[in-house]
C-alpha cells in the first residue's frame, strides 16, 4: 500500500483548516486531540439458506419421532433394535447428553458473569487448581460429574475411557505439552486424567447432598489431592520444566491472543507473559480492604506504569511500537476488517493515522469559538468527505464499506458540530 493517500489527506485538511480559520479574527489553540474507543461488533455470519421442506416419504418402515425418546436408555435400545451401529449409537446419545449439559453451564457462567470482576478484586483465582474452591467451580465440576454419571448409566462405564466419553480430551493436553519429549507428554496426560477424575468424584459427593457446601473435611480431602497432583508433577518434571508447565498454565499465558497484529517470537511471549504474571500477582494487593480509594488509585497507576517500562525494556523499539499499536482500540477495530479481507497490517496502521488526523482536524474546527456554527459545520462535512474518501484509497471501496458498517461511527461523529 502506497502512502500519498494519507499524506494528500493531511495537506488537503490543512487547507480546509486554513480556510475555516481565515473566516475568524484569531486563531485559537487546539485542544489536545481525543482519541476515542471504537469497538468493533461482532461480525454476523451470512445466513444459510433454509433447509428445503420435506414431507416423510410413504414407503418408509419407521418414523424418527418413533426412535427418539427423552428417556435416554428407550432411545438407546431403540437404536440398538432398528441395527444401528454401537458407535452411531453412541454417539447420538452423547450428543444428546452434551446438548442437554451444554445448556446447562452455560446457565451457570450466565449467572456467575455478572459477580466475576468482583471476585477478581477480591483476589479470587480461576486457575483450574483453585478452580472447585469457587461457588461457580463447584457448579462447574459437580455438573461434570453429573455428565459422567449419565454416560456411564446410559452407555455402560467403559464408554468413558473412549472417544468423546472422557472429562476432557487428552489430545488437547498433549496440544499444549507439545514442548515435552513424547514419554513425559503421556505420563502428564495420564496424571492429568486421573486427577480430573479424581476432582469429578469429589465435586459428585458434593452434588450428592441436599446443600453441596463443601465442609472442612471435605476441602481437606481436595487439597490432598491438588497436592498429590503437584508433588506427582514434580516427580516427572525438571524445575525448569515445571516452571515452564507453570507459565503455560498461567492465567496470562493467553495475552497474544487478545493482540492480533502484534506476533510475539517465544522470546518474547515469555519475557511478557512473566511480567503480566507479576503484573497480575501486585494486583491481587489491590483488594487490601485497608486502602482508600485515592491509594488504590495511585498504587494502580504506579503499577500500570512499572508495567509498560518493564515491555518497553523487554522488546526492541520497533517490536515497542507494534506492541503499543496493537494494544490502541481504534487499530484493532480497523485491522478486524483488514485482516478479515486478508490485508496487511500495514493498512491498518494507515487508516489509523488517516483516522487520528481526521479527529484532530474535526477537535480545532469545533474548538474555534470564531468560527461561526455555520462556517463550523460546513468546515466539519468537509473534513468528513475527504476522509471517506481517503479511506476508501487506503483499503478499497468493499473493505471501507464493510468497516464503515462495523467500526465507523466515528466517521459520521466528525461532521456532529458539538460531541458528547
Known amino acids: ?81 432398528i441395527g444401528c451401529p454401537e458407535l452411531t449409537v453412541r454417539e447420538i446419545i452423547r450428543a444428546v447428553i452434551n446438548e442437554n449439559f451444554g445448556s446447562r453451564r452455560r446457565d451457570i457462567l450466565d449467572s456467575f458473569q455478572d459477580k466475576y470482576w468482583d471476585r477478581v478484586l477480591h483476589g479470587e483465582q480461576v486457575r483450574r487448581q483453585w478452580l472447585p474452591r469457587t461457588e461457580w467451580g463447584l457448579a462447574l465440576t459437580s455438573l461434570a460429574a453429573e455428565r459422567q454419571q449419565q454416560i456411564s448409566d446410559v452407555l455402560g462405564p467403559d464408554a468413558l475411557t473412549t472417544g468423546a466419553g472422557r472429562q476432557a480430551p487428552p489430545a488437547d493436553w498433549e496440544q499444549k505439552l507439545s514442548w515435552l519429549p513424547p514419554e513425559q507428554r503421556a505420563q502428564l496426560v495420564a496424571l492429568e486424567e486421573k486427577y480430573q477424575q479424581q476432582l469429578a468424584q469429589w465435586a459428585a459427593t458434593l452434588g450428592s447432598r441436599p446443600d453441596g457446601t463443601p465442609t472442612a473435611e471435605d476441602e481437606d480431602a481436595r487439597q490432598k489431592l491438588q497436592q498429590k497432583f503437584e508433588d506427582a508433577e514434580q516427580q516427572l518434571l525438571t524445575p525448569p520444566e515445571l516452571a515452564e508447565l507453570q507459565l503455560r498454565e498461567s492465567d496470562v499465558a493467553n495475552w497474544a491472543a487478545s493482540l492480533p497484529g502484534f506476533n510475539p517470537t517465544e522470546d518474547e511471549w515469555r519475557s511478557l507473559t512473566q511480567l503480566r504474571s507479576q503484573w497480575e500477582t501486585s494486583q491481587n494487593a489491590l483488594a487490601n480492604p485497608d486502602l482508600s480509594d485515592a491509594q488504590r488509585t495511585a498504587q494502580q497507576n504506579g503499577l500500570q506504569s512499572n508495567f509498560v517500562n518493564s515491555v518497553q525494556t523487554a522488546l526492541d523499539p520497533n517490536r515497542f511500537a507494534q506492541y503499543q499499536l496493537a494494544n490502541n482500540d481504534q487499530y484493532q477495530a480497523l485491522h478486524n476488517v483488514t485482516q478479515r479481507y486478508g490485508l496487511p497490517d500495514s493498512v491498518a496502521a494507515q487508516g489509523l493515522n488517516a483516522q487520528q488526523t481526521a479527529q484532530a482536524a474535526a477537535d ?7 468560527l461561526s456554527p455555520q462556517d463550523q459545520q460546513a468546515a466539519l462535512n468537509a473534513i468528513q468527505q475527504q476522509t471517506e474518501q481517503t479511506l476508501g484509497q487506503i483499503l478499497g471501496a468493499s473493505v471501507f464499506s464493510t468497516y464503515k458498517e462495523y467500526g465507523g461511527d466515528w466517521i459520521t461523529g466528525l461532521g456532529q458540530l458539538n460531541q458528547p
Not at 486563531?27 to 421442506?53: G, L, Y
Not at 480545532?364 to 470564531?370: E, H
Open 364 to 370: 480545532q474546527v469545533r474548538a474555534n469559538s470564531n
Open 1 to 81: 500500500m502506497k502512502t500519498w493517500p494519507v499524506i494528500g489527506f493531511s495537506l488537503l485538511l490543512n487547507a480546509i483548516l486554513a480556510a475555516a480559520i481565515a473566516l475568524s479574527i484569531k486563531t485559537t489553540a487546539p485542544p489536545a486531540p481525543a482519541t476515542p474507543v471504537v469497538a468493533v461488533p461482532a461480525f454476523s455470519p451470512i445466513p444459510s439458506a433454509p433447509p428445503a421442506e420435506s414431507s416423510p416419504s410413504a414407503g418408509l418402515p419407521f418414523q424418527w419421532n418413533r426412535i427418539s425418546s427423552d428417556n435416554l436408555k428407550i432411545y438407546r435400545d431403540n437404536l440398538r433394535a
